[in-house]
Each structure stands twice: as structure tokens, then as C-alpha cells.
């Protein structure tokens, strides 16, 4: 999201949302989250840190429709809900130098009277700002929880500071402007996006083309008039977006602005009333295109897959095809040395005979294949000569319908680059990948709180960490064996007390990231609490990544060898809470 339309956005956002009360909280994977703030009309904020589509906005999109991913029992969602339900929203703020957004709040407690008295004030600080985009809940700069868990992240807050190579744009003087350009041989383009606060490469381009008509000191003022004062939304795209619509997969460019743009005057226009309304209809769009093109690359990929086989085996066939060409040369030799049988003289390399098949019946050397008598290697000639014309015979049935295969497949690739509707697409699908199953992606899970799949685990135990990932811990040797080596996966951590018989204890990572602190020490703390060590103060317990753990042959149940492993010192207890 541009820096000035995001600053569009939250001056929008300060007026709709100001003294309104935050209500439910929703997370879809481990980047969006959805706010409720009972708003008359329905609407709903949206947030997202992901990287390919940042993004902050008012949507009539409701999170919990069918098929949506949206949760409420997340480890941020859930904090969010403890700290802020019910909270009045009493300011919003972005910084002017950065894509930073800050959402101040006043919770109120009830005291022993039912009278409302104020708590300390919380914030949430929405980073969007490329990779390190992040949402972070605060209470005054101690840092409560981030949406997206970073390493070696900071415990307190501080406000970035603005960037020091780069110029205010309010305060830039027409000979410093002009300046700026000659440094960058005239670009003006250039001159903003990589010397001006907030200018990146949209409104960059939008000045250089105003400064055509203009001065670019003349131009900057007006650019920056227009960023600032009263809002003319829309939506430029180089087809009209209900074209975008129907066709997602189409190539298409959508740019949403709060002002004219000059430079993008050739493309077709979207007016409407608020940039909260036109980054809601943006947004809805790419997110439907985003879907569209994940289904279709995942029947690419589905499509790619069966294509690498069947070529595979189409090659491989060609190759045996070629060996049996020598399947006429080995009767031959069969029948020579059978015929010569008693005239035949041993050399050196093989068997010297005469050559009946020549008119000269001259002698001819036939190798000796290893084989001590000419009778032994007449037969193994022979042997060769039925099986290369068995296998010609096998391949000339199989190899046609193969080739015949591989070349549909390559069409259908051709005729799948070019499908740019989602019924199409379903067709394409039916016809070509038939086992394959063509659906919208959803979101990654975020790895905190995901609810695990509720397999029918005997003997083992669940237990959910206090950040909400689940832990199993195995009851005895055979069902240790069970977990590590047939329910646990090769990212999720594996715990076993040091030096000490216990129980085997997985602590899931379904999204492969790095697992809390919190959580490893929990999950250490039941490795401790279910092995004969539990009685001393401190246990030292083994853990590692599953693919680390091996069980050689001849290890009796339970006994594994590690190949890499860390150890951290705890106390035994039975942490987390137990999922029955």
C-alpha cells in the first residue's frame, strides 16, 4: 500500500472510527486479522501484513463467510480480546514519513461501586512496511504481543525515526528540488522516489509527469495539495473492472489512488465516494485474482507433475528401445557358433568361426561373453536375442499411447496458460486432472492456536501450550514409537528427558516456523514430568527437529538415536493445559 493513500485511509479511518468501542476480533492465517468495531453500516477493518498485499482498509466483506478461515482462538486474536474488548478507540495516527499506523485505546474495569475507571492505555501499532510488516498490541511502549513472532525482536517500542538521507517534501526549496534532480541526471522520478519522505514509485512517476507541464517545485506543491486536501478516490485499470471480475486471471493493472493521476490518464477510471470504498473494491478484486491464480497454478503443478512422468517414462522406454536393436546381431552369433560348434577356435577374445551369412564365408571373431565353450555362448546369444525381441515387442504397445499422452499433456499446458475464468478452469480441470481437485487456496494457518486435527490417537496425551500449539507426550515405549516415528513430522520438536527412561514428547510445528520460547519450555517441562527424573528439582531434556531422530535396527521400543540435538534445563511440571 502506497504511503499517501495509506495516509488517505487512516484520515478516513480517524473520522469513522473515532470513540467507537472494538467488539470482535478475527484472524485468518498468520498475517490478517479482521476487527469488529459495530459499526452501523456493518463494515469491518481489514489488516494485512502480508508482504504481497499490505493492506488497511474498511470492508463489507464479513470474515466468518463459509469457507473463510477466520479465528477467534489464535494467541493474538485472543490477547487482542483480553486487552482491548470493549476498549474506546480515542485516536488514530499514522507517522507522515512512514507506513505506520497507531490505534490508541481507552479500557475501562468497573471498581467495587460498578463505576467505570480507567485502566493504563493500550495501542496497536500496524507496521506496513514491506517484509517486516508486522501488528503489534502495546500497553504504553512494552510490547504485549506481535501478529507475526519475529527473532530476536525488541521487548519495548520505539517510534522509527524518520529517514535521515531523505528530505521533507513540505520544506524542500525549488533550488534544493532542482538540485536533487541534476544529481539523479535529470530524473525527476527518480529525484523523489529515492530523495523525498513517502514518495515511492506510484506518486514518483505521477510527479515526474506533472513537472512536464510545470516547474517540478510547481508540481510538488500541487501533488502535495491534492494528497492532502479533499479526496477524489478511484480506481485506475487498464480494463473495466467488471471485465477484472469475470476474467481474474486476466493481465490487468489495478492502481488504487485518492487523487487524478496524470500519468495514468490513458487508463480507464473508477470514481467513488470514499478511499475506504475503493480500497475495499481493490482489494476484493486482487484477493479474488490472487485465488484464481493460485487454483490455476496448482493444477499447473498437478499438470507438470503427471507431464515429468510420463515423459520419464516415455525416454526411459526409447532408451530400452535402443539396447534391443542388437536383438537380430545376437541370433546371428546364436546361429554361427551352433553351426560352427566343432570347428569353432578359442581366442584370445571370443570364438573364431566362419561367417555363413557372408558370401565369402570368411571367418569372423564372435566375443565370448564370458562363457568357457561356444555351446554356452550360442546360448546366451540366443537368451539375448528372445529377450531384446520380447522387449521391442513390449514397447512398440506401451510406447505409442505414451507419446500420444505426453503430446495432450503439452497442449493442455498450452491451453491452461490461457484460461483466465474460474468456470473454465473447473472444466479444464474435470477434463484433464481428473483425480486432482481445483479449489481456492486458502490462507496459511498461523502455527499459534491452530486447532490440530483431532486424529484417533491412543495412547498419548494432548496438551495445548500456553502460546496454542498442541504437544503430544506417548504413554509407554511402544506408543513412544507410534508418535515419533508415525504421527510427528520431520519440522515439529522432539523432547525426551536426558540419561533418564520417560515418555517421548512432540511439540507440533505445522507451519515450520520458529517455535516460541514458551512453548519449548513447556513442552520440556512434560518431557521432565513423564520420565523417572520427575522427582528432582531441575531435569536436563534433550529436543531437536524430528527428522534428527532415527530408530536403527535392533533398538528396542522407544530407543532412538539422535543425530543433532540441544538440551535445556527445567523444572519438571505438567505445563500447558490438557486437551481431553
Request: aromatic share 8%; net charge positive; hydrophobic share 40%.
Amino acid at each position: 500500500m502506497e504511503n499517501f493513500t495509506l495516509q488517505a485511509i487512516t484520515h478516513e479511518l480517524q473520522e469513522t472510527l473515532s470513540g467507537q468501542r472494538l467488539g470482535r476480533v478475527y484472524q485468518s492465517g498468520a498475517t490478517d486479522l479482521a476487527l469488529d468495531f459495530r459499526l452501523r453500516d456493518s463494515r469491518w477493518l481489514m489488516i494485512s501484513t502480508d508482504p504481497q498485499r499490505l493492506a488497511l482498509y474498511l470492508t463489507r466483506r464479513d470474515p466468518r463467510k463459509p469457507g473463510a478461515e477466520a479465528r477467534t482462538d489464535t494467541p493474538f486474536a485472543s490477547l487482542l480480546k483480553k486487552h482491548l474488548s470493549g476498549a474506546r478507540l480515542i485516536s488514530i495516527e499514522k507517522t507522515g514519513y512512514d507506513r505506520v499506523v497507531r490505534f490508541d485505546f481507552e479500557a475501562f474495569a468497573a471498581d467495587d461501586n460498578d463505576e467505570p475507571e480507567p485502566i493504563v492505555p493500550r495501542s496497536l501499532v500496524i507496521e506496513l512496511i514491506g517484509r517486516a510488516a508486522n501488528v503489534l498490541l502495546l500497553e504504553e511502549t512494552k510490547i504485549i504481543a506481535p501478529l507475526r513472532e519475529r527473532t530476536g525482536a525488541a521487548a519495548e517500542y520505539r517510534e522509527p525515526e524518520p529517514p535521515a538521507r531523505k528530505n521533507d517534501p513540505f520544506d524542500l526549496t525549488p533550488d534544493r528540488l532542482d538540485e536533487l534532480i541534476a544529481a539523479c541526471a535529470g530524473d525527476v522520478a527518480s529525484a523523489a522516489r529515492y530523495h523525498l519522505i513517502g514518495f515511492d514509485q506510484l506518486y514518483a512517476r505521477e510527479l515526474a509527469a506533472r513537472a512536464e507541464t510545470s516547474t517540478p517545485a510547481a508540481a510538488l506543491r500541487q501533488l502535495l495539495a491534492e494528497l492532502f486536501g479533499q479526496p477524489q478516490p478511484a480506481i485506475y485499470s487498464s480494463a473495466p473492472l467488471d471485465e477484472i471480475r469475470r476474467e481474474p486471471g486476466r493481465d490487468a493493472s489495478v492502481t488504487l489512488t485518492p487523487i487524478s493521476l496524470k500519468h495514468l490518464s490513458d487508463q480507464i477510471i473508477t470514481r467513488f465516494a470514499t478511499v475506504n470504498e475503493a480500497a475495499d473494491a481493490c482489494f476484493t478484486l486482487l484477493d479474488e485474482r490472487r485465488s484464481f491464480l493460485a487454483a490455476r497454478q496448482q493444477a499447473q503443478s498437478a499438470l507438470a507433475a503427471r507431464l515429468k512422468k510420463q515423459r520419464a517414462l516415455m525416454n526411459n522406454l526409447k532408451r530400452e528401445q535402443a539396447g534391443y536393436a542388437s536383438a537380430e546381431q545376437h541370433q546371428r552369433y546364436g546361429e554361427l557358433l551352433l553351426a560352427g560348434l566343432h570347428q569353432a577356435v578359442k581366442t584370445e577374445r571370443g570364438f573364431q568361426v566362419t561367417d555363413y551369412y557372408d558370401a565369402a564365408q570368411s571367418l569372423i571373431e564372435i566375443p565370448a561373453a564370458d562363457k568357457a565353450d561356444a555351446k554356452e555362448a550360442a546360448e546366451h546369444y540366443f537368451r539375448l536375442a528372445r529377450k531384446a525381441r520380447h522387449g521391442l515387442q513390449a514397447i512398440s504397445e506401451r510406447l505409442p499411447p505414451i507419446e500420444c499422452e505426453v503430446a495432450e499433456l503439452e497442449a493442455a499446458q498450452a491451453e491452461l496458460a490461457s484460461i483466465t475464468t474460474l468456470p473454465k478452469l473447473t472444466v479444464f480441470s474435470e477434463r484433464h486432472l481428473p483425480a486432482a481437485t481445483v479449489t481456492r487456496r486458502k490462507p496459511h494457518e498461523a502455527g499459534a492456536g491452530r486447532k490440530a486435527k483431532q486424529e484417533q490417537l491412543s495412547g498419548v496425551r494432548r496438551y495445548r501450550s500456553s502460546d496454542g500449539y498442541e504437544i503430544l507426550v506417548g504413554r509407554n515405549s511402544s506408543d513412544n514409537d507410534y508418535l515419533t516415528f508415525r504421527v510427528a513430522k520431520s519440522y515439529d520438536l522432539w523432547f525426551h528427558a536426558a540419561d533418564y527412561p520417560g515418555s517421548h514428547v512432540v511439540l507440533r510445528n505445522p507451519q515450520r516456523r520458529e517455535l516460541p520460547p514458551r512453548a519449548i519450555t513447556e513442552a520440556a517441562q512434560l518431557a521432565a514430568r513423564f520420565s523417572q527424573a520427575r522427582s528432582d528439582a531441575r531435569v536436563a531434556v534433550k529436543y531437536c527437529e524430528r527428522k534428527f531422530v532415527t530408530k536403527p535396527k535392533g533398538f528396542a521400543p522407544g530407543q532412538v538415536r539422535l543425530s543433532s540435538f540441544k538440551t535445556v534445563l527445567v523444572e519438571p511440571k505438567e505445563a500447558g493445559e490438557r486437551v481431553m
